[in-house]
Structures are given as C-alpha cells and as structure tokens.
C-alpha cells in the first residue's frame, strides 16, 4: 500500500494497520524518519499528536507533571465515546483504573497491589507458576505436539495464573476470557464490528462488574490470602476505595493481567520460529533465556499505545505542543527506532542493553513486569526441555485491533523429546 499524506493519518488509527506488521513497521518508519513528532487528524477520531520515537516517548513519561495519564488513555472514535457517554453521562471511558489516574490519586491506588507483584511475593508463587506451565505443556504433548499454541497454551496459561493470584476460581475463567474478549478485540471481525465498539464495551464492563461486585462482598466477609481480598479491603487516604476505582482494579488485572503475555508469549515463539537460527542458538545455550525474553517484549510490544495529555506548552523537537492536546506513544515504534537499536527490525536473542519499551516507562511503568518475565521463563523452559523441531504448521493469524495487539492462532506441530 502507498503511505503517503492522504492517508496516514488514518492508517495510523486503523485496527487493521496493526494486524499486518510489515505495514505497521513501514508506516511508523517514514513517521520516525519524515515527522517523528506528527499532528495526527483522522477521519473519525480527535486530533492528536502521533510519538514515534524513543527517546521522546521516555521523555513524555518521565515528566508525569507534565502529561497527564487522564482524561485520554486509549484510541476511540467519536461514536465509540458518544456510545459510552450515553451510559456514563460524561465521561468518556467507561472505568477509573490506575492507567487513567495521575500524581498522588494514581501513587496511593498503585500501592494497593504493588507488593504482591514484586520479586519477594513472586518467588513464593514460582512453583505455582511452574506447575500451571507444565500443565499446559502436557496438553500440548497430549494433542501429539499438534495444535494452535494460541488456544492450547499462551492464551489459557497466564489466564490461569493472574486469575490464581486474585483468587478466582477456575471455572469461571472462560467467562472473564470472554468478557476481556469483548473489550480489547472489539475491532476484530471474529469477535465484533467497528460500528458496535462502544457498545459491545459497556456490556462487558458491566457484566465484569457484575461479577467482581459479588466477589468484592465476598471477600469482605470472608478475607483470604488472594489479591481478591486486598483490593476488596483496601483504603486510599483512611477511606475505602469507591465502588468505581475498585471495580476498575479488578478489571485492569483481569486484562492487562493475561492478554499481553499471552500475545508476547505466542509472538516470541513465532519469531523464534521464523529465525531457526536464534532458535538453535537458545536452545544450544539456555543461560541466554533471560535476554531472549526481554527481546521478545521489545519485538512484541503487545500494547500499542497508551496516551498523555499536556497540562501546559511544550516544544518537542520543532514542534509546540499546546496545552490540552493529546499525544499517543507508539511503543512498537519507539522499540524499532534505530538509533537506540542496532539492526532494530532483527530478533536477536543476546540484545544487550535492551532498554526497550515494552512495559512502558516511568511512574506507570507496567505493574507486572517481573510476573510476565517469570511466566514466559517458565513456559519456555518447559516447553524447550519437552519438545524438539517445533515447527510452524500453518499460516498465523493476527487480532485486528489498534490497543492491545497480537497472535490470535499460531499452528505448530513439534516432536517430544527422546531423553
Ligand atoms: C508481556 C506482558 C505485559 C506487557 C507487555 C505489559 C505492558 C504494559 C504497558 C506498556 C503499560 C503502560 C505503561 C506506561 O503507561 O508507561 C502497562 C501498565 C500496566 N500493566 Fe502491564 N504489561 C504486561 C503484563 C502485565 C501483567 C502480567 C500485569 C498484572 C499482573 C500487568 C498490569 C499492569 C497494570 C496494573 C498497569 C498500569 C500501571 C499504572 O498505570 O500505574 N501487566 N503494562
């Protein structure tokens, strides 16, 4: 397709840009090298600025006095924000979650659930974790090492761990997956249509919240050792959480929480599958597990975009951004910017440094960071010890969606390993 001023800044919106990669990567090239600081007006959406390059990215984040995480957060045509607005009356995001929260509000809202998200309390989860990738391993194996990873493994198995560590129980997972499929995969023809966006994501929001309502009063009965427990418990200023924010908490787990690690999970696969080489290299020495992981982030990037807004005049590059207007960063883009990465578009699996943007940056740098690296440590290995020749075994195919982006059926066939 020719990118050129007539379209780009649609494409730059368009969910289905972000389901071909050799697009996505070749707009947001030109973006980096043509206008990497780019006034973005597109057909059905508020002007804004695009961000494409790394340092600029950080440079936003690092200044949170500055751009605010609030009132954007995500890409949303009009009619989807009139859709919400419809229910919501006038706001324009149907929840309060940490990633629409700034300053002090959004610090004591982030500590709520940080502990138990840090190294000590995870290290007393890593047998856990292990044994639910086993788990899903042995389901593999028992398909005869024939199946859609997707289905089999990535999506399922960090579902059943963040779904572990809030304490929910087992058979209710396929109903939160759907719910979360509703939300963030709107877009994709599979799932929904441009048209109902906003509407299909009100009806998923209240039917999380109908569910993590019951919970909540549940847990404040009768309080366990669960993440459940604690934001059903927790107090921000001596006072409860209101009804919103702790609704919005649950929820923003329920999501963040397995979708982007199943996405880099199954990416990191197929791009180790399509670079045989870096393959045989990990697997001829596993010690460089850790470094592979971080660039499967970096190649990944499963969330596209997270907004700021800026609460006075800026100048960025040759640019005066003005007070009020909204700028998207696009971390996939600032993780292929070549004058941070050598050789930004090959998957090396010994990158180092690697300062990539995957988890974001500054104070609302992903919660989840050391969980999501334990989680593809454990799968990896598991499933490198038990397979050989994994191969693909069909064409893969991609969610069509501008936020949160990824593999959505990844055929693979693969030989157990003879000891
Ligand atoms: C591969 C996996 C993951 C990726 C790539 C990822 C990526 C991100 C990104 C880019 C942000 C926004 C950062 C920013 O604004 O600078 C974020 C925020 C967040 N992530 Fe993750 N995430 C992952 C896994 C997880 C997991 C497993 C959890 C929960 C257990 C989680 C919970 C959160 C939360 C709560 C926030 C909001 C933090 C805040 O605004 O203070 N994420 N994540």
């Known amino acids: 397709m020719k990118i050129d001023d007539t379209n780009i800044d649609d494409l730059i919106c368009s969910p289905d840009t972000y389901a071909n990669a050799r697009l996505y990567h ?21 002007p804004f600025w695009t961000i494409s390059k790394h340092n600029d990215i950080r440079e936003i984040e690092r200044q949170n006095d500055r751009f605010l995480n609030a009132p954007r957060s995500i890409l949303q045509t009009y009619k989807e924000e009139e859709q919400i607005m419809e229910v919501t009356g006038s706001r324009k995001i149907p929840f309060e979650s940490l990633v629409n929260m700034d300053g002090m509000h959004h610090r004591a809202h982030r500590g709520i659930a940080q502990p138990w998200l840090m190294p000590a309390k995870l290290k007393k989860l890593e047998l856990d974790i292990t044994n639910i990738a086993k788990e899903f391993v042995d389901r593999l194996e028992s398909a005869g090492g024939n199946a859609d990873f997707c289905q089999v493994v990535s999506t399922p198995y960090p579902l059943r761990v963040i779904m572990t560590i809030l304490g929910i129980p087992q058979e209710d997972e396929e109903l939160l997956l759907k719910y979360s499929r509703m939300l963030a995969y709107t877009t994709d023809p599979d799932i929904g249509s441009e048209e109902e966006i906003g509407a299909t994501k009100i ?22 050792d669960d993440l459940a ?12 959480m209101t009804e919103l924010a702790a609704m919005s908490y649950y929820v923003i787990f329920a999501i963040a929480g397995h979708d982007t690690t199943s996405m880099s999970s199954a990416g990191g696969l197929h791009a180790l ?23 499967v982030f970096r190649w990944v990037s499963p969330i596209k975009h997270f907004f700021r807004t800026a609460v006075e005049d800026y100048r960025l590059r040759d640019q005066l951004i003005r007070a009020g207007d909204s700028l998207l960063m696009a971390f996939p883009s600032g993780n292929r910017d070549e004058e941070v990465f050598e050789s930004p578009h090959s998957f090396k699996i010994d ?24 989680e593809l440590r454990a799968l990896y290995s598991e499933l490198f010890a038990r397979f ?32």
């Open 351 to 374: 990158r180092s440094p690697n300062q990539h943007l995957g988890f974001g940056s500054g104070v609302h740098t992903c919660l989840g960071v050391h969980l999501a690296k334990m």
């Open 26 to 46: 070749e707009l947001f090239d030109k973006l980096r090298h043509e206008a990497p600081v780019h006034w973005t007006t597109p057909t059905n959406y508020e």
């Open 388 to 419: 050989d020749n994994i191969e693909l075994a069909g064409n893969p195919a991609f969610y069509v969606s501008n936020t949160v982006q990824g593999l959505k059926h990844l055929p693979i066939s693969c030989n157990i390993r003879r000891a």
């Open 229 to 240: 427990s604690i934001i059903a418990n927790a107090q921000v200023d001596g006072e409860a």
């Open 203 to 224: 009806e998923a929001f209240q039917r999380f919240f109908e569910y993590f309502r019951v919970l909540a009063a549940e847990r404040r009965k009768n309080p366990r």
């Open 273 to 295: 599958l399509e670079a045989p080489e870096q393959m045989a290299k990990l697997r001829a020495d596993p010690a460089l597990l850790p470094t592979a992981i971080d660039e």
